[in-house]
């Protein structure tokens, strides 16, 4: 049996709501990126509509705002589906088969990489090492990492998640 | 009396099953009317025992591993609560030749003590070094750091005394502390175990750097994609705070240290020291040029240590048993021990800390017993994504910085990825390119375009048609590789021909 991580509730956007939830970093040196983070917790997704409003808060250009959102892979720039789905690509994963398990995911969820099933469930993306080499091949649901993953397993699992992303709808 | 119950709250352990069993454990405790106390450690290292449930009896700690779901009401039966046998039965883990056959200095504590009590910290001897620390001077403290020996464990390998002793005579209003916790090499977990596991004593690590060099402020830069580590932290942080560790006034000395734990967001290129402190500065990880170093003009300009956790949280055992007795590990100038974690195929892998000099083929074959899947180790890559690819011919070669630099590889942070015989080698130096062309920082051209040059050429390689158009492309891609490893600013375009040429040079056949 697996671990069935509850969805997230992320809030609908509103730029009077973001400008509300990264106020407490207005004073702390460099805190950008964290403020980018309380965005993507709060709404799932950074929206484009809260650059201008991030630049003047830490006294930058949009530009610079816009650039360091873009270098990072965890920022996106519209809403995920309700659980986002990480398979790790990085070496140790591969030498368990980790091609082959993404291979099977991408079948089962009919989605490739940054793309979200047409229900909404799930968004799948890539990662780099999860840090649980030692029990490859690794997986990420939200934030809860999955060990020693099998294309049966997620299945399994993937099923199981659905079925309480609809039940909390 | 209420019995303790530990299961660990920690990465590899949950991904297992571990939250399901702290559930399960409790209710049907409830339903037996048994008095029990689920204690929070961390891991003890050996993945391979994860979910490891252990039980402290009157014949002392016992451990039940892996444990599943259903084996709970199983164990019940089996009087588990008090040392019962079942088929999971493990004993005292302690005396496992996997554990037993260990030198633990960085990792006495971690997976024995709740991680984040400070009170289960100080009974396993936390905060002497500390204490040690505020009796002497600064430059003393500097100078138990030199005598140790130790190397930075983040893979770079310079002498974190040295470091430290620079900041130290740096004049500024303001130093800082950095800790390196962006840990993206594929196949480490040794600074996810230790913020999981004893936090605490990273903690106190800091604080050490910070008295000596005279820093008021430490950051830790810590992954996105550990989220659990970060609540960890946190509390851990929270902990110290209140039991007057950190603050204004760091276990009454009068001295003043704080510390703020910032989210990397999925770069792997800010685990290079000069692009991490762009991004605590709120900037693309974008690497700096290099002087100034960021000893002298660090964080936001001020000169600043940069350490890897493992660095970090090695220095209270150092300063708790003295520099000198952390030199008698290790041999030459690989002194002290490192933390190797074992992953991949690999049949018992996990955390194994050791006096340098031991060979990757005891590592691999004694500690790992061999592969996941069985079949023969053909590769194995020590030092993440920008190590070599070693053939089963150098296992023989000892764990020591040199030596693995001699063999043309390099140990890194420790970690070691092993692949069977079903591995196809150009796949996965074409892999290493890949992973360079998604994780460039972008700012010198070798590193940014070469990746995706690289790339192609291995594409080219393996399609080609007669060998002589397949010569013809080595040569191109030897070329490159030359060219990434001298013009690159860092080691990310610098290094990542290495894995490259290790695997065309150890495994020529796959390439076609």
Redesign the interface.
């Given at each position: 049996m697996m671990q069935v991580v509850n969805p997230v509730r992320y809030q609908d956007f509103s730029l009077e709501r973001a400008t509300q939830v990264v106020q407490e970093f207005k004073d702390q040196p460099g805190a950008l990126i964290n403020a980018l983070h309380k965005l993507q917790d709060t709404f799932g997704y950074v929206d484009e509509a809260a650059m201008p409003m991030l630049a003047k808060l830490f006294n930058l250009s949009r530009a610079e705002v816009h650039g360091v959102t873009s270098f990072y892979h965890d920022f996106r720039r519209s809403k995920p589906g309700t659980y986002t789905v990480r398979v790790c690509q990085a070496e140790a994963c591969q030498a368990m088969g980790s091609v082959e398990l993404t291979e099977a995911i991408k079948q089962q969820l009919g989605v490739d990489f940054h793309e979200t099933t047409a229900d909404g469930t799930f968004t799948l993306e890539r990662v780099y090492c999860l840090g649980n080499c030692a029990c490859a091949p690794s997986i990420m649901v939200d934030k809860q990492t999955y060990g020693r993953m099998t294309a049966d397993r997620f299945k399994s699992l993937a099923e199981s998640l659905s079925a309480k992303a609809k039940g909390s709808n | 009396m209420s019995i303790r119950v530990y299961v660990p709250r920690e990465?590899?352990a949950?991904?297992?099953?571990a939250?399901?069993l702290v559930d399960a454990l409790t209710t049907e405790a409830k339903y037996r009317g048994l008095d029990i106390t689920i204690v929070r450690n961390g891991s003890r290292g050996a993945?391979?025992l994860?979910p490891l449930v252990e039980v402290e009896t009157a014949q002392g700690r016992v451990g039940y591993g892996p444990v599943?779901?259903?084996d709970i009401p199983d164990l019940f039966d089996a009087d588990f609560l008090n040392g019962g046998q079942h088929r999971l039965s493990l004993g005292d883990v302690e005396k496992l030749p996997w554990f037993a056959n260990q030198e633990r200095l960085t990792f006495a504590r971690c997976g024995i003590i709740a991680a984040t009590s400070v009170e289960e910290y100080k009974a396993h001897g936390g905060f002497k070094g500390l204490e040690n620390a505020l009796a002497k001077e600064p430059a003393a403290i500097v100078q138990e750091v030199l005598d140790s020996g130790l190397r930075g464990r983040g893979g770079a390998a310079f002498p974190t005394g040295i470091k430290w002793q620079t900041v130290a005579n740096a004049e500024a209003d303001q130093k800082y502390i950095v800790c390196n916790a962006d840990?993206?090499?594929?196949?480490?977990?040794s600074?996810?175990m230790i913020m999981e596991g004893d936090p605490l004593s990273l903690i106190e690590g800091m604080t050490i750097a910070g008295i000596a060099v005279g820093a008021t402020k430490g950051y830790i830069y810590l992954r996105?994609?550990?989220?659990?580590t970060q609540q960890i932290l946190l509390e851990a942080i929270a902990n110290a705070e209140a039991a007057g560790y950190l603050g204004n006034n760091v276990a009454g000395s009068g001295k003043a240290f704080t510390l703020e734990v910032?989210?990397?967001?999925?770069?792997?290129i800010c685990g290079e020291e000069t692009s991490l402190l762009e991004?605590?500065?709120?900037?693309?990880?974008?690497v700096r040029y290099k002087p100034p170093l960021p000893a002298l003009k660090g964080l936001?300009g001020k000169p600043t240590v940069v350490n890897n956790v493992i660095s970090l949280a090695t220095v209270p055992v150092i300063l708790e048993k003295g520099g000198k007795h952390y030199a008698n590990f290790g041999r030459g100038r690989s002194l002290g021990t490192m933390p190797f974690?074992?992953?991949?195929?690999?049949k018992f892998?996990?955390l194994v800390e050791k006096a340098f000099g031991l060979t990757l083929r005891q590592l691999i074959e004694d500690f790992g017993g061999g592969t996941?899947t069985g079949r023969p180790v053909r590769a194995v890559?020590v030092g993440g994504?920008l190590g070599a690819y070693f053939p089963a011919s150098l296992l023989d070669t000892p764990l020591d910085y040199e030596e693995f630099a001699k063999a043309g590889g390099m140990l890194g942070h420790g970690?070691v990825?092993?692949?069977?015989d079903t591995?196809n080698m150009a796949r996965?130096a074409r892999?290493s390119m890949e992973?360079c062309a998604?994780?460039s920082c972008g700012k010198c051209t070798p590193c940014r375009i070469g990746s995706t040059r690289g790339m192609e050429t291995i594409d080219r390689i393996v399609a080609a048609k007669n060998e002589e158009e397949r010569e013809a492309q080595h040569i191109i891609l030897k070329d490159l590789c030359e060219t990434m490893e001298v013009a690159s600013l860092c080691a990310m375009g610098g290094l990542t021909p290495m894995p490259v040429m290790s695997a065309v040079k150890h495994f020529k056949g796959d390439f076609q």
């Open positions: - | 990465t590899t949950s991904s297992l099953g939250e399901l993945c391979f994860e599943q779901l259903e840990e993206g090499d594929s196949g480490t977990f600074d996810r996105s994609e550990y989220p659990l910032r989210m990397g967001a999925g770069a792997y991004s605590l500065e709120g900037k693309r990880g974008q936001f974690q074992l992953g991949g195929n690999i892998g996990g996941y890559q994504p970690g990825v092993v692949f069977d591995v996965m892999f992973f998604a994780e």
